[in-house]
């Protein structure tokens, strides 16, 4: 019997998953699941939404404001901007009072209602839409980027059938598991736990843990990893670890992370904001005070001291400069979750564009990981049968399994018969997991027995004769780097020759990073011979190859000294490395948890090919924040001194001071194009 604990009959969906997700990364409220979908759209952009109405609505109070019949309306109009402004921004503000904070907040909200002491509402009201509208934007950007963090593609399954001790199958979120329980993994799922196998025989893909796509053999007293695929039969494995070690924890902790780290550079200017702010409060005090007894000018009035220094408090408030910075990295952060790469915050974009040196792993990272035929060969070259009836026959025997194997020698087959292939009939198949296949195939009329699968397995079907040779000539061919599967057809023995093939516009990228004068190294396990010609088929500048994860982490040291490095990879193997390089880039779909922690950038869909746009992208962050310090900068020091010189009446230093906080959202709001 088989039932589901997880959804209830008036539930639709995963209502646990979003919950969790929603607590998980922090999402905007308009999209919580507490909330009805018929009601969330109300919700999306409120303060925008707030913030238009109030600028629409102060500007037809300013316009009813010339005219005397209209001027109740015009002040009521007002006292609505107000609210709808001015209620948020008191309200943040008496907060962080309360919090003993003194920020740019109480700046604004300080200076919005002196206006009013002295008869410049309409300005006051100004500062206070310009001020929500800035505020609104920044607010929209984070939004945008916690919600495409959300929608990313999970890396691990979120559900698992337990097996009862009466042997009924429950499924239960993966959350809810113990160690100790009981799961039934059957064939093409994704392994959900850690666990040790208790029942059953197959092949598993470990390629979620070392990005190579081979299968192995699991039995029973093995351990098998979460986010390994099973290839063929059903495994009963025993829960070791719990989901606090899942892909999909690792991914939160990631978007944590991403979310709470900041650039030297902005954490900088946070911890100067306070002292800054109120520095600049006490000045606009002194200046409102002295300037009476040092110009002889009035208290009051337009030209008075007060009104300047309240001009002088708007104009010389950080709003831009606080904003330059995290904006433009929400934006760029945004855009390059929305394109499957998620970034350990701002930091890391720096480092990017710093770095001289790109390092790749070999296997599963400029390489598909997927398996190609590229050679079959006769064993002693006096076959009874011809290599077209050796294709034809292993097409035969494999095109009902599912490992990596027999998905190239199908595609070899149907390549070189171009889609014409003859169909053997086979009697008595029996695949065994994890060793071959073996069945009687009918070839040229007569039925022969055929045999298919790993060399220890089909040597034995072989005359003495013949074994010592395919033994010697297996051995070889895996010092080479290569991977083989051996084929037996009465007494004639053919070995398939397997190779991974690089990824498809690898080699476009590689050119597009050399053009940006960047240089480009190899690190990988595989054999010299299979390492030098990846390197030399791409392009690649240098490689080491046969190295063990302490000798990969020894040249990431040694070229990280000489120049920042950023290194790229995706197994357990890799982990050390990436942790150690100046960024490190990890292969999110195929890539280890592990590896996913120690780096820096995880590429959730394997989009390599993006890494020259990444690459564009962090250096053009880099150039917008320092446009934006400097339009920032310019704002502060071309409005302050001539407000306080009573040069620019308030609402000009209003516009001037508001202007540039916008024209520095604007200008990171182009980082959000892909």
Not at 21 to 48: C, H, M, R
Not at 55 to 76: G, R, W
Request: glycine share 8%.
């Amino acid at each position: 019997m088989y039932t589901d604990s997880s959804i209830t009959p008036k539930s639709k969906g995963n209502p646990s998953e979003l919950f969790t997700d929603f607590f998980a990364f922090g999402l905007d409220e308009t999209i919580s699941p507490f909330i009805q979908a018929t009601s969330q759209k109300w919700g999306v952009n409120l303060y925008l939404k707030a913030s238009i109405a109030a600028a629409i609505l102060l500007v037809v109070s300013f316009i009813c404001s010339f005219f005397m019949h209209l001027e109740p309306i015009s002040h009521f109009l007002l006292v609505i901007v107000y609210f709808l402004a001015g209620i948020p921004s008191l309200i943040e503000a008496i907060e962080d009072l309360f919090d003993g904070q003194i920020n740019i907040d109480i700046l604004m909200t300080l200076a919005a209602f002196l206006s009013v002491l002295i008869g410049s509402s309409m300005e006051g009201g100004l500062l206070l839409v310009l001020f929500a509208l800035s505020g609104a934007m920044e607010d929209a950007v984070t939004a945008k980027a916690k919600n495409t963090l959300s929608s990313l593609n999970k890396l691990s399954p979120t559900k698992a059938c337990i097996v009862l001790p009466d042997g009924m199958i429950i499924q239960k979120m993966i959350t809810e598991i113990d160690v100790g329980a009981t799961l039934l993994i059957k064939a093409g799922e994704v392994v959900p736990l850690d666990g040790k196998v208790i029942k059953g025989t197959s092949s598993v893909n470990l390629v979620h843990l070392t990005g190579e796509n081979f299968p192995i053999t699991k039995t029973i007293g093995d351990t098998v990893a979460a986010g390994a695929m099973n290839l063929e039969g059903a495994l009963t494995i025993e829960v070791t670890r719990t989901s606090s070690d899942s892909t999909l924890a690792k991914i939160i902790d990631l978007v944590v992370q991403a979310q709470n780290s900041r650039p030297r550079l902005q954490r900088w200017f946070d911890s100067v904001s306070r002292t800054y702010a109120i520095s600049i409060i006490c000045l606009a005090a002194f200046f409102s005070l002295s300037l009476p007894l040092i110009l002889g000018i009035p208290f009051v009035g337009v030209e008075g001291s007060f009104y300047r220094s309240i001009a002088f408090l708007i104009a010389a408030s950080p709003c831009a400069l606080i904003i330059a910075i995290p904006i433009a990295y929400l934006s760029a952060l945004s855009v390059c979750a929305s394109r499957g790469i998620l970034l350990k915050g701002g930091v890391t974009l720096d480092a990017l564009a710093r770095c001289k040196t790109i390092a790749f792993d070999k296997t599963g990272t400029l390489t598909t990981g997927e398996l190609t035929c590229t050679e079959i060969e006769p064993l002693n070259g006096q076959e009874t049968y011809s290599i077209e009836q050796a294709i034809t026959c292993a097409y035969a025997l494999e095109k009902n399994a599912v490992h990596p194997i027999a998905a190239a020698i199908i595609k070899y087959a149907e390549q070189q018969k171009k889609n014409k292939i003859e169909h053997y009939p086979t009697e008595h198949f029996k695949s065994i997991p994890g060793y071959g296949i073996e069945a009687s195939v009918k070839i040229a009329g007569q039925y022969r027995s055929a045999y298919m699968g790993k060399a220890s397995y089909v040597i034995e079907k072989l005359p003495q004769s013949l074994q010592n040779k395919l033994n010697e000539r297996a051995l070889s061919i895996e010092k080479e780097g290569e991977l083989l599967s051996l084929l037996v057809i009465g007494t004639s023995a053919f070995i398939f020759h397997f190779r991974d093939t690089p990824r498809e516009h690898i080699s476009d990228m590689l050119a597009s990073l050399k053009k940006r004068g960047l240089k480009t190294v190899m690190l990988t396990g595989d054999h010299t011979n299979s390492a030098a010609k990846i390197a030399e088929e791409l392009g690649i500048d240098r490689f080491y190859a046969e190295l063990n994860p302490e000798q990969k982490l020894k040249f990431v040291v040694e070229l990280s000294g000489k120049h920042d490095l950023a290194m790229i990879g995706d197994g357990v193997n890799d982990a050390p490395s990436l942790a150690r390089a100046t960024v490190g880039i990890c292969m999110g779909k195929i890539g280890s948890a592990t590896a996913a922690s120690a780096a820096d950038i995880v590429l959730l869909h394997d989009n390599i090919e993006l890494l020259d746009w990444l690459i564009g992208k962090s250096k053009a962050t880099v150039q917008v924040v320092r446009q934006n310090l400097s339009i920032a900068a310019l704002a502060i020091i071309i409005a302050s001194l001539p407000a306080l010189g009573g040069v620019i009446p308030l609402w000009l230093a209003v516009v001037m001071h508001e202007g540039g906080t916008v024209l520095v959202g604007l200008n990171a709001l182009r980082l959000l194009r892909t």
